[in-house]
Nanobody, 126 residues
């Protein structure tokens, strides 16, 4: 099994920046597809950003495109979510997800990821 631990969340003001981190257990992390999802109260968990293993192909939700960047450091078994120009609607619990399978494109569905972290809260005040 793969363990994922998110960190970096907190309370910020609109327009601020924040970087979330997701530390994964070792082994074959470099081959995993990694994704970030978020869930606000009363809403379904939605895709935010993803990156496949073995390369730098990424994908983003339209709502965050241009403001958020996903990246990974395979040597540290860590994936990052750099968030800039945060807005109140970005407030949610952010979850890190991983899948061991080989993907040619970035998976965007909840059921396409096998492993999940416990989440980290991001709150953006207006």
């Amino acid at each position: 099994q793969v363990q994922l631990v998110e960190s970096g969340g907190g309370l910020v003001q609109a327009g601020d920046s924040l970087r979330l981190s997701c530390a994964a257990s070792g082994r074959t992390f470099s081959s995993y597809a990694m994704g970030w999802f978020r869930q606000a109260p009363g809403n379904e968990r939605e895709f935010v950003a993803g990156i496949i293993g073995g390369g730098g192909r990424t994908n983003y939700a339209d709502s965050v495109r241009g403001r958020i960047t996903i990246s990974r450091d395979n040597a540290k078994n860590t994936v990052y979510l750099q968030m800039n120009d945060l807005k109140p609607e970005d407030t949610a619990v952010y979850y890190c997800a991983a899948d061991w399978r080989t993907w040619g494109t970035v998976p965007t569905g909840r059921r396409e990821y096998t492993y999940w972290g416990q989440g980290t809260q991001v709150t953006v005040s207006s």
